[in-house]
């Protein structure tokens, strides 16, 4: 294919795409953990006659054979801009250790139930190890591949208590094990039930959001810094915001190539399951500041999304479908931490710890507004809370936000626990 690709067309890139992971189950119907692989691998290809260009894609599961592929014409009057980079490199992340995923599943759930004081009800658990391989090729030069391996254990896990059931999502992704901490993780997952919960008062709280809830929040922001949206006019920034104040002094938003260059959190955002190498038109990439101070700094962009809008590419492309064109996202991103400690706001009264949120993807994007429904406790009381919602505008709330001293890599978001002043709350 790469022959004919090469033969019949000027500019041309091919990247390629595995997925291999090994994993056990245990779900609600099983008495033992089952075992499952999964194997998909998918190609596409970017063309041009110098006039047009076109793409296509396709992909392959274990044990299905790819039908003959013939390469279509261009058909999109647009240029083609893939990166005039001359790079021929191998790469690898992650740790090839072994993982008894099996036996850590059961150690899990066995912990879970040891520890709780109510019925532990399995919804699912899924444990295991994952392959990546990346791999780009074009006529430019370019021959990059790399291998990543990344572990994992994640689910939902049911309790009941006097008749009352709730369930609580969890989700742990590492390129070490060793950094997945079972009894640690049994903790924070019963730390989330909150049973007897009633209604309180409504008004305004301060709220305390754990990293995997402020990581939502990080997301959510996150959409309108991608160069596609800008150049559409999707987006709440243009790039005359460059430079512009947005958000507190103590606001510092990064995406991380190299996180031994943040002291603060290279610790834990050397394991992070995003980092790579190279983004998916195969540039080099580099750590950056999205947000400095509180002061918008960069987008995400790639090569086209750079070139129309006149600013700096910071080689964030990238296919979240392997079978669709890359556009600008983040990969690893970080917000750094703050200095004050979780535990010296404890007394503060009318603060809520919030547990789990529901309902952001309703939200608006671009002028920041939400509503979500929420559970958690009083964090000075302990008492349980349930039904509540929360509003507010997430933009205006991070202009003097508490950020605390912790910090955890969530899925690829590395972030502190967060405390968001006088929010409205209603019950």
């Known amino acids: ?13 091919v990247f390629e795409y595995e997925n291999i992971s090994d994993e056990f189950v245990l779900s609600a119907s099983d008495s033992i953990p089952v075992p499952q692989m999964k194997k998909i691998k998918s190609t596409s290809v970017r063309y041009s006659d110098g006039k047009k260009y076109g793409f296509f894609a396709f992909e392959k599961s274990k044990d299905e054979r790819l039908p003959k592929i013939s390469i279509p014409e261009p058909l999109i009057e647009e240029k083609l801009l893939i990166p005039k980079i001359k790079l021929s490199k191998r790469f690898t992340l992650g740790d090839k250790k072994k993982w008894k995923s099996q036996e850590v599943l059961i150690e899990f759930f066995s912990a879970i139930k040891q520890k709780a004081d109510f019925k532990v009800i399995v919804d699912k658990i899924v444990c295991g190890k994952t392959r990546e391989k990346r791999k780009i090729i074009n006529s430019f030069g370019v021959k990059l591949e790399e291998e990543k391996n990344y572990f994992f254990i994640y689910g939902s896990v049911g309790g009941e208590k006097n008749g009352e059931l709730q369930i609580v999502y969890f989700s742990e992704s590492y390129l070490s094990p060793d950094k997945i901490d079972i009894r640690k993780l049994c903790d924070e997952i019963l730390n989330d039930f909150s049973f007897g919960g009633g209604r309180i008062e409504s008004g305004k709280y301060n709220i305390v959001l754990p990293p995997k809830v402020c990581a939502q929040f990080i ?17 709440r920034f243009s790039v005359k915001d460059i430079g512009k104040k947005i958000f507190g002094d103590n606001i510092y938003i990064c995406e991380i190539a190299e996180p031994e260059s943040f002291s603060q959190i290279k610790d834990e955002m050397k394991f992070n399951r995003g980092l790579r190498f190279f983004d998916d038109e195969g540039g080099e990439k580099n750590n950056f500041y999205l947000v400095n101070a509180g002061t918008i700094e960069n987008f995400f962009t790639d090569e086209k999304t750079s070139k129309i809008l006149g600013i700096k590419n910071t080689r964030c492309s990238m296919r979240q479908n392997y079978l669709a064109p890359p556009s600008p996202y983040f990969s690893a991103l ?11 706001v404890e007394n503060i009264p009318k603060t809520l710890y919030v547990c789990e949120i529901i309902g952001l993807h309703t939200g608006d994007e671009v002028k920041g507004n939400f509503s979500v429904g929420c559970r958690g406790y009083v964090l000075n009381s302990r008492q349980p809370f349930k039904t509540a ?27 502190p626990s967060i405390m968001f002043q006088d929010i409205e709350v209603s019950s």
Request: proline share 1%; aromatic share 10%.
């Open 334 to 344: 970080a917000l750094l931490p703050g200095k004050t400690k979780r535990e010296d």
């Open 219 to 235: 997301e959510f922001i996150a959409h309108n810094f991608c160069g596609d949206r800008l150049a559409k006019g999707n987006s």
């Open 1 to 13: 294919m790469i022959k004919e690709i090469k033969k019949k067309y000027k500019v041309w890139e």
């Open 389 to 415: 919602v929360i509003s507010g505008n997430i933009f205006e709330i991070l202009k003097d936000a508490v950020l605390f001293s912790d910090f955890k890599v969530c899925g690829n978001i590395g972030t």
